[in-house]
């Protein structure tokens, strides 16, 4: 449900002048600060091949427990001027994608 808020939510944050994050890697796109979680396409495409299986008769409860496999770090650089914040510089080197 906040996945497909993203940028309502980002504006209001930076409306109210809070340093908001988010799991949602497109919050930051949208104006948040930043946002640290799974790359979406990939965590979909598991979903539904766990889906697929449970839909052939699996039994859910023998599927093992997944986790991402790939975890981004996005910073939005360009909010937290606004915000008057500083990103220190090991963020933004361990960062995978720096917002100007």
């Known amino acids: 449900m906040i996945h497909g ?3 309502r939510l980002a504006s209001l944050a930076k409306k109210l002048r809070l340093p908001a994050t988010s799991m949602a890697l497109s919050f930051a796109d949208a104006g948040g ?3 640290y979680g799974p790359e979406g396409s990939s965590t979909y495409q598991r979903n539904a091949l766990i889906v697929a299986k449970i839909l052939e008769g699996a039994d859910p409860g023998t599927l093992p427990v997944e986790r991402p496999s790939k975890i981004q770090l996005v ?5 937290a001027k606004t915000l008057d914040l500083d990103i220190p510089q090991s ?5 995978d994608e720096v917002i100007r």
Do not use: E, M
């Not at 963020?91 to 960062?95: D, G, K, N, S, Y």
């Open 5 to 7: 808020q993203s940028d």
């Open 33 to 35: 600060v930043l946002a």
């Open 91 to 95: 963020i933004l080197l361990r960062a």
């Open 75 to 79: 910073v939005n650089l360009k909010t």
